[in-house]
């Protein structure tokens, strides 16, 4: 745990909630809106999450992925977004229209992207 | 009299042309695989010759599928074509029979009339002229629509037609010019010489009296010759390229060369053996539901063959094979665009002049691409069963449809064992249509264990996008039945008792089950076994895209609706009492945007299912109660 002045007060900051500016990169998520706008629809109710035919093998989410996405936490972002099977379940209980499939298939060309220095 | 300086450009172009096509089949055969090979060579000596030249004669000169589709289309096609081959043969007959010597070079008979001016005065020749003026007008006839279609489409019946590049627009020009200036041509030579039939001998006369027509003539000789020699100079590297590939395309194609699932000098001569006509574009539900006009095979094959970046293009597609059914000259569209997806991106450049004369083509680079994993599944050892029901994941979202299968099965005293209750693996397809088959075969070896392991003597699926998967890339002993198939089977046995629903319905085949894997007729035996079936505007292996398709990973939701809108407007143009489906994912795209009560073909046998005594009587006691307490 980080000090931070909240700390002094008796105040904790989660750890899951804590935001690193220092590690975090949003070039991914820059590619993930450009190649796919509906991206910034989504308001994380998790629908997708709740379906997922991957997620009832694995401990994959795609609500969770998306933060990643949104926060830049690229390190966990790789190995997730390897897990999707493209199944389609998701697109299709979305209540906003997100096209989930591909900001899954975005997001795993961003991280390759990445790694070669073309972002 | 022998040699005319004018007729240098067509005989350049033509020898050109002749040369460089023979060259470009050649390296195109020699790069065939070893096997292709030996079928085309089987083939050329068999029975596919005669097969491939009477296709050569139905389809490239006559244009036979564009005349079943729209007359008038079929007629433009045909004219040009049929016409301007007619013209070549009978030219050269006359050349032949009227002409000073036997044997003549093709510049005779292209430019006979300026080479005899006084022909056809009389007897036998007078009545060939009249056929060759009739041939001339013929062809004209058939411009005359092709100008209307570029500037109209829709007075052609075309929605749309294809935007050209430039070197295709400057070949346009040139073929428009070829008939126009012949025309003219020998109607001021006739007129110089009074010759001349109906149609050039009138017009000659008519611009004889206010021309000096003797001295105007060799201008439009030239401009004939001109016009004929730059359209075969830019013949390989404009769309018009198709005319000789497609001779070879059809060989191949009757020697059972396929597509297969790489690129092969069999892509390549289909890539090249497309003339751009556009009706891929006008059948495209993207372009007239939901206003997509960049996107239609006629444009993946254009940027395919000037090697841009199409992976756009290539991703924007429901994959739903509507194009691949109207496509005149039989371009396998679907596998080339999954070929492309596997390939991945490329880097955007444009072709060189020269690159795009060159014979060898080098593709350019392409990049690596990200990969899956899905070495988390854990194998699992399932039960013993015959008849094993495999939901597939839409399915899972449309509960219903179980509810009713189960029903159904049970009902017929079906022993089956549940594949996915508490879910199970995605089958593959999604994968595969997004160009990623290494990953999905991870996906088919694990849920081919299982079926193995099960024993399982039929593999039932609710879903036509694992069905489908599951016919084609699965090695499995189990027969593969789609639920349809299967209701079509118990009720042939007789295993299965049903009543009979007094309801009007249409029917919408899924495109994976349809022309995906040709299931029209059980599914249509199925309904009207239990209910009254109406026929749709567009069915069978014309039938519409739900617009939900997996195929396609970029379309937005909106769009998907408006295509799913306008599709649900042509199935339920005969008001039907419901719309039956045989594909989750269909059901849950059209539930969306219509009122019309929308079910699977599951649902509607299940509720033909005739209830048993005892519930029946059950039900009059409380209806009469009802009855009775609404009465006090």
New interface residues.
Partial sequence: MRVTQSNKFGFTINRSRLIDYDSSDRKVREYVTLR?P?FRLCFACGGCTA?C??G???SFNLRRMNTFIRRGEIEPLREE?????????CL???PR???T??VV?AA??A??KLE?NEL | MNFELFTLPFNLGLYFILIYSVVRITIWFRDLSRSDKLRLQRGFFGRPFMDSLREIFMESLLHRKIFRKNPVLGYMHMSLAFGWFLLIVFGTFEADFFGEKHLNPPSHAIFFRWFNPEHGAEGFARIYSIWMDLLLAFILSGLLLAIIKRFTPRLMGMKKTTKHTWTDRIALISLWLIFPSRLLAESFTCGAHGSGSFLTGNLGNALASFLPVADIAPWFWWLYSLSLGVFFFLLPISRYFHIPVELFLIFMRNSGITTGDRHSSYTEVQTHACSSCGICISTCQMSYAAGIHDIQSAYFIKGLRNDRDIAAITANCLMCGRCEEVCPVGIELGPMRLIERRQGERSDRTLKLKEKYSLMRRRSTIE???????S???REEPEKADVLFFAG??T??TPAVIAAMKKIMDSAGVIYRFMDE?????CGR??ML?G?DREARE?INHNSDIIWKSGAQILVTSCPICYKVFRESYYLEARVMHHSEFINLLIEEGSLRLGYLHKKVAYHDPCELGRGSGIYEEPRAVISYVAELQSSAQEANMSLCCG?S?GN??????KRAMIAADAVRTLTLCSPDELITACP?CK?TFVQVTKTKISDIAELVAAAIPAPKREIAKRRTAKRYSGAISNS
């Fill in positions: 796919e509906s379906t035919t991957a009832q093998h694995t977004v390897k897990r999707c099977m493209l199944c389609g379940k299709l209980v979305c229209g997100v096209n499939r591909n298939a795993a060309e991280i390759v070669r | 690596k691409r990200p990969t899956q994993s899905y988390y599944l854990v994941c839409m899972h979202l508490n879910g199970g693996v995605c999604p994968l997004a990623r996906l939900g997996l990973l970029t379309l937005s939701s909106g994912l849950k």
